[in-house]
């Protein structure tokens, strides 16, 4: 199985400062395709998780552009660019290319 | 709008039956991938389980193969997970998601606990 690896698992940040957090794949999550199946979930405390980026840097509809993904083969990045309070929750990769799906362990955000 | 809405779930004793099923609207049904992830109490997200659009190709998570089987009713926009022989480790709240490379849409969940 393709092990997703996060760093760090817990962040604390400063109402509008940056962060980021690290995902990183034992395989290349480069599909036969050409696509690069590497997503990005945030879940927000007592809620569903909803998606953000899809195929490494595509953010979803109505996510707000502090968000941002990037990154390619096996080492990929979510950066907010100003840690809003609404941010707050804890944020998983997903790789998409190889069976079984795997996540990363998660990322805990905090507001310091 | 997308809706996926999940039931089903309950309390269990170790190794019995429970059936999730997932209703889905507003999008062409047939057309996408199912899955399903769980996640265990304070714990992170696991996938579960895929099924194509025409219901005639699946996947499964080790933790599950053998135990656990997902179908789909097109007829009524439904996903189901029939669980078998389930165990304390399959606690979780079970969401069924739509898409399979990168599920874009994600039900409310529905909690599962298997104890005696």
């Known amino acids: 199985d393709v092990v997703m690896t996060q760093s760090p698992l817990s962040l604390s940040v400063t109402l509008g400062q940056p962060a980021s957090i690290s995902c990183r794949s034992s395989?290349?999550?480069?599909?036969?395709?050409?696509?690069?199946?590497l997503s990005w979930f945030q879940q927000r405390p007592g809620q569903s998780p909803r998606r953000l980026i899809s195929k490494v840097s595509n953010r979803d509809s109505g996510v707000p552009d502090r968000f941002s993904g990037s990154g390619s083969g096996t080492d990929f990045t979510l950066k907010i660019s100003g840690v809003e309070s609404e941010d707050v929750g804890v944020y998983y990769c997903?790789?998409?290319?190889?069976?079984?799906?795997?996540f990363g362990q998660g990322t805990n955000v905090e507001i310091k | 709008d997308v809706q996926l809405l999940e039931s089903g779930g309950g309390l269990v004793q170790p190794g019995g039956s429970l059936r999730l099923s997932c209703a889905a609207s507003?999008?062409?049904?047939?057309?996408?991938?199912m899955t399903w992830v769980r996640q265990a109490p304070g714990k992170g997200l696991e996938w579960v389980s895929v099924?194509?659009?025409?219901?005639?190709?699946?996947y499964y998570a080790d933790s599950v193969k053998g135990r656990f089987t997902i179908s789909r009713d097109n007829s009524k926009n439904t996903l189901y997970l029939q669980m078998n022989n389930l165990r304390a480790e399959d606690t979780a709240v079970y969401y069924c998601?739509?898409?399979?490379?990168?599920?874009?849409?994600w039900g409310q969940g529905t909690l599962v606990t298997v104890s005696s």
């Open positions: 997903m790789q998409g290319t190889h069976w079984p799906r795997t």
């Open positions: 099924i194509s659009g025409n219901g005639a190709t699946t």
């Open positions: 998601a739509k898409g399979s490379s990168g599920p874009d849409y």
């Open positions: 507003g999008f062409s049904f047939t057309s996408y991938s």
């Open positions: 395989q290349s999550l480069v599909y036969s395709d050409g696509n690069t199946y």
